[in-house]
Structure formats: structure tokens, C-alpha cells
């Protein structure tokens, strides 16, 4: 057999393997959802599923970004104290000045994410900085100087432009608009990593920075691209969070940081790098939001939400593992059969 029918056959192993992770999560959320269904059959009632959708589409969001970055073997922990940052910053410009409208606001969030990104990838890629210091240090720079432009305030839904609000509640052919921004975002991405050179670097670097850069990869330039896009894709979000939401204080979107990472790495983004797909986080996102929504409708106290995600994020690392060795343990034997 030849070197490029066998790289064939060794892509499509892999390949099978992670999609069949991803329909592992949604044969999850089918079954908890008719479990939760069957208790209360409010859940599948149309506010239910609305409000499902609306709760997913920003950490959604916040996933297909994380993945890329997490794909090139880094992490970003800075994207839920941008999301605050930027969800204050565009609602304070706003009601200050009701002139100004979506667009204005869609480009001062994406502006203002991506200028938080930038300054990580810089760090990261070029200062040779560890991503986990980088991210974790301006977390804290973003969360304080959210609360110094904050300074006390708070941002309530009268002050802002009906325009922006009506984005976040409002639907189109009866689906609302941040599930569809949210979908759109992720099958663009996805078609990018998938379909152009450019996009598969990401998972080469991801999975040996150094082959990657001797193969003739901008590794530096890709990884910072990597942040400025996440950083870019938050800040959407923070302005999706403000048109959702209404009131906007300064520590909106704390913690999600911790939520965004869980959602890409169950939804089979591996956290080593190379591996994994944006339409995964996607659905893993998803499952998080539904589990939280079922724990309400059961009746279970919220608490048990951080466990159950915690065991859904130390299961997830294991099946990674797991698979990982599955699949290494198989190209090793077609490739011994081949060589022979």
C-alpha cells in the first residue's frame, strides 16, 4: 500500500474515533433530556427549549474560540473577565449616547476582545511566556479594570438602545438570533480548520509545535492569530451578553472562564493539542447548559452542578487518554503491517 493511501487510512481511524465522541454527547443530551422530560414535561415545553438555546449560544461562542486556541496546544483563561469587560464598556458608551446603534456596538466589543487577545498571544507566542501564566495574569488585569471603569455602577436594560435588546430576545422564523449567531460562527470555523491549509496548521502545531516549524509553519504568528480570534469571538460575546441580559454589573461572566474549557474538552477537544473539533465544544457546551437546566427542573440543588461538571471534565480527560492510546496502538499496527 502507499504513503498516501496509508496517511489516508490513518486520518480517517483518527477521524472515526472523535466522531464517534461527538455522538457520544449527543446520545448523552438525548437521554438526559427524555429523563428530564419524562419527570417534568415542561422541559420540552417552547420557553423551555428557548431558553436552553439562549443560555448555550454565548458559551457557545466562547467555546469555538477556546478550541482553536486549545488546539494549538495553549489555553485561554482571560475570556470570561473579557466578556465582562467588554459587556460593560460597549452598555456604558451606549447609555451614554442612544445614537449609537448594533453595529457600533458589534465593533467596539469585537475591538476591544480582540485588542485582550492580542495582547495574549503576543506573550504567549512571541514573549515565550506559558500560556496558563499569561491568561491567568490578565484575568486579573481585565476583572480589575472592569471594576475601575465600573467603579460602583451598573448598566440596567432602560439605559440601553431597544435595538440592541431585541437582539437578544428577539427571533427570526421563531428561532432567536443568538443561537443562530452562535451557529453560524461555529460552521465557519469549523469549515476553516477543516478545509484550508492555513486552518489545518492549527492542529499541526498543536500536535508537535516543532515538526510544525520545521515544516515551514508561522508557529508564532498562527498562535497569536489563535488568541486575537478567541479574543475577537469574546468580545462578541460580551456584547451578546449585554443585549441578553440588560443589567450589567462589573463582575459579569466570572468564572466562565473555568465553564468554557470544561465545554471544549468534553466536547473532545483534547487539552494536549492537535486534536478535536469546534462542532464538539459546540455540543459540549450544550450539554453543560442542558445539565444545568435539567438540575433546576429537577429540583437539585445547584451545588451539585460544579460536581457534576468537574466529573464530567476529569471523565472526559480520561477518554482522551484512553483514546489517544487506542489509536496510537492502531496506527502502530498498520503501519508494521504496511512496512511489512
Known amino acids: 500500500m502507499s504513503a498516501v493511501t496509508a496517511g489516508r487510512s490513518t486520518r480517517g481511524v483518527v477521524d472515526l474515533v472523535f466522531r464517534a465522541r461527538e455522538l457520544s454527547i449527543v446520545a448523552a443530551l438525548a437521554v438526559l433530556v427524555a429523563v428530564t422530560a419524562g419527570v417534568n414535561g415542561n422541559f420540552l415545553s417552547g ?18 474560540g477556546q478550541s482553536v486556541v486549545v488546539i494549538t496546544r495553549n489555553i485561554d483563561l482571560s475570556v470570561g473577565s473579557v466578556v465582562g469587560l467588554v459587556a460593560f464598556t460597549v452598555g456604558d458608551f451606549l447609555a451614554a449616547d442612544h445614537g449609537r446603534g448594533i453595529v457600533f456596538a458589534v465593533v467596539l466589543g469585537v475591538a476591544v476582545g480582540a485588542l485582550c487577545g492580542l495582547v495574549n498571544g503576543l506573550l504567549v507566542s512571541f514573549g515565550r511566556v506559558p500560556a496558563l501564566v499569561v491568561t491567568l495574569g490578565t484575568l486579573y488585569v481585565i476583572q480589575g479594570l472592569d471594576h475601575f471603569i465600573a467603579h460602583g455602577r451598573q448598566i440596567n436594560a432602560v439605559d440601553l438602545p431597544p435595538a440592541l435588546l431585541s437582539l437578544g430576545n428577539g427571533t427570526v422564523l421563531g428561532v ?6 452562535a451557529v453560524v460562527a461555529m460552521l465557519a470555523v469549523g469549515y476553516y480548520l477543516r478545509s484550508y491549509p492555513s486552518g489545518r496548521d492549527f492542529y499541526a502545531i498543536g500536535s508537535s509545535p516543532e515538526a510544525a516549524g520545521l515544516a515551514g509553519i508561522p508557529v508564532r504568528r498562527r498562535v497569536m492569530g489563535a488568541y486575537l480570534f478567541s479574543g475577537a469571538l469574546a468580545g462578541l460575546a460580551g456584547v451578546l451578553w449585554l443585549s441578553r441580559f440588560g443589567t450589567v454589573v462589573a463582575d459579569a461572566a466570572n468564572g466562565w472562564e473555568l465553564q468554557v474549557v470544561s465545554a471544549v474538552v468534553v466536547g473532545g477537544v483534547a487539552i494536549t493539542g492537535g486534536v478535536g473539533t469546534v462542532y464538539g465544544a459546540a455540543l459540549g457546551a450544550l450539554l453543560l447548559t442542558t445539565i444545568t437546566s435539567a438540575l ?8 451539585w452542578q460544579q460536581a457534576i461538571t468537574g466529573a464530567l471534565l476529569l471523565l472526559a480527560i480520561s477518554v482522551d487518554r484512553l483514546l489517544a492510546l487506542r489509536v496510537a496502538r492502531v496506527l502502530r499496527r498498520r503501519n508494521a503491517r504496511h512496512g511489512s
Open 47 to 64: 420557553q423551555g427549549m428557548k431558553d436552553i438555546l439562549l443560555n448555550a449560544s454565548i458559551l457557545v461562542l466562547l467555546a469555538v
Open 176 to 181: 432567536p438570533y443568538l443561537p443562530v449567531i
Open 296 to 303: 433546576v427542573v429537577l429540583k437539585v440543588n445547584p451545588f
